[in-house]
C-alpha cells in the first residue's frame, strides 16, 4: 500500500517562505508527483508537478515564486514557497502516482496559512 504524508506547514508572514515535504512509502517505482492547494469555500487547485525525469509544471498563479524538487534518495518532494501572500492560504495536499504498484495516492494535507 502507497502511503504519502506531507509536512512542513505552518504559519509564515507575507513575504516570506515555506517548504513542504511529501514523503512516499510502500512504492519505489514513483514517477508523478504533484502538489495541489484547497482554500476554504474553493476548488482544489493544481500547484506544481514533477515527472521522472525532473520534468516540473506550475499553475497559472505561482508565477516564479514556487520550485519543486525531489530526492529520490528519500522518496520525497519538495515544495519551496517563496514571496508568500494571504491568498496562498490553503491546504496543501501531495498526489503521487506509481508503477509498483500501479496506484495514485494522496496525502493527508498540510496546512499553510500567510498572514501577519
Known amino acids: 500500500q502507497v502511503q504519502v504524508a506531507e509536512s512542513g506547514g505552518g504559519l509564515v508572514q507575507p513575504g516570506g517562505s515555506r517548504r513542504l515535504s511529501c514523503e512516499v512509502s510502500?512504492?519505489?517505482?514513483?514517477?508523478?508527483r504533484a502538489w495541489y492547494r484547497q482554500a476554504p469555500g474553493k476548488q482544489r487547485e493544481f500547484v506544481a508537478s514533477i515527472v521522472n525525469p525532473g520534468i516540473t509544471n506550475f499553475g497559472d498563479f505561482v508565477k516564479g515564486r514556487f520550485t519543486i524538487s525531489t530526492d529520490n534518495a528519500k522518496n520525497t518532494a519538495y515544495l519551496q514557497m517563496n514571496s508568500l501572500k494571504p491568498e496562498d492560504t490553503a491546504v496543501y495536499s501531495c498526489?503521487?502516482?506509481?508503477?509498483?504498484?500501479?496506484?495514485?495516492?494522496w496525502g493527508q494535507g498540510t496546512q499553510v496559512t500567510v498572514s501577519s
Open positions: 510502500g512504492s519505489s517505482s514513483v514517477y508523478y
Open positions: 498526489y503521487v502516482q506509481s508503477s509498483e504498484p500501479a496506484a495514485s495516492s
